[in-house]
Nanobody
Framework: QVQLVESGGGLVQPGGSLRLSCAAS????????MAWYRQAPGKQRELAAA???????NYADSVKGRFTISRDSAKNTVYLQMNSLKPEDTAVYYC??????????????WGQGTQVTVSS
């Protein structure tokens, strides 16, 4: 069992910044990809950003140049620094991490979601 705990969401004005964190715990042997997805009201969940174990990063076009994903492997934690926030960034943000647990089985875990609201 791998559990994810997210933090850092909230209400921010347009142009402001927020930093999301997601910490994984449990019988983790290795982590491959760590990612942030988001789901706005009435829309499908979409990938916002992802980072691999080799530190290769992938961003949605809508967040490029504004969001930065990073990871701390020692803490099994992934971060999403969000700058120049826009009202259209308003969504529930979900952390997703997949890898291998001790014993060799793969895992694919999701966080509970954290609300980000960008509004004046």
């Amino acid at each position: 069992q791998v559990q994810l705990v997210e933090s850092g969401g909230g209400l921010v004005q347009p142009g402001g910044s927020l930093r999301l964190s997601c910490a994984a715990s449990g019988s983790i042997f290795s982590i491959n990809t760590m990612a942030w997805y988001r789901q706005a009201p009435g829309k499908q969940r979409e990938l916002a950003a992802a980072i691999t174990s080799a530190r290769s990063r992938n961003y949605a076009d809508s967040v490029k140049g504004r969001f930065t994903i990073s990871r701390d492997s020692a803490k099994n934690t992934v971060y999403l620094q969000m700058n120049s926030l826009k009202p259209e960034d308003t969504a529930v943000y979900y952390c997703n991490i997949w890898g291998v647990v001790t014993g060799g089985s793969p895992f694919d875990s999701w966080g509970q979601g954290t609300q980000v609201t960008v509004s004046s």
